[in-house]
């Protein structure tokens, strides 16, 4: 099927996903929205993510007839799924479950932590997931609100980052726990400071590679996967392009072909 595979996220932190995505399935055409002129979403209310989870997967229906939705947006998808689910027909692939079912596969899960926005994790979406997924683990999830702007300014390396890094994850540091989830589209960027300050002994769960994964075997088993050929991405935004494509390579890894301003 030719129809794209509709992707949105708050920003350009869902270019996490994206990259997953493009790698997994290089026949496949993409969409990607990222909502910048109301980012970020992680401090707001379930409503308003919903609200504006559904005028976007509109959009995108509308515009681009697309086959399958993925919500990049960690905080999106644990606050707005349920909803999502209910109105399309198409199928809708968040990032809560993806990762979940990573976790339950591990050998090792007596403990699992869960880094992610403040939405996120007062959704308890993850940790409700969890508790069926794997009802035995020990569950813990960090609000780290800071790791989305020090990401996005690039301080990958900064002392600044790691000891930001350092005072949300002490917790984890102290006692590492078997998996962590990276439950935010800003945190693969990280990876390295996150990996310095816990150690080797835990699993760093991405949403982003779990994600590509789901979709891969739904495209399969839904029978709508392109059959062949060079796939393609197209770039929209609520607000200026330009500081997307710059910001968005560091997320995509790779240049960002010019982005197109919509209204929603
Ligand atoms: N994309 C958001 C997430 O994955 C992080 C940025 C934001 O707060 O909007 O939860």
Known sequence: MENP????????GGLTVLRELVATLPSERF????DTARHPYGGKSADTVTRYSIEIANHLIRRSDIKLLVVACNTASSLALPVLRKIYKIPVV??????VRRAAALRRKETIGVVGTQGTVRSGAYEEALRSAVPSARVRSIACPLLVSLAEEGWIDKPVTREVIGEYLAPFREDPPDALILGCTHYPVLKDPIRDCIGDGTVLIDSGEEAARVVDVLL????VRRAGGVGDVEFLVTDDPDRFARVGQRFFGATLTCAERIAL
């Open 5 to 12: 595979v509709g992707v949105f996220d708050s920003g350009v």
């Open 94 to 99: 968040g990032m809560v479950d993806p990762c």
């Open 220 to 223: 399969s088993e839904t029978g």
């Open 31 to 34: 969409v990607y929205v990222g």
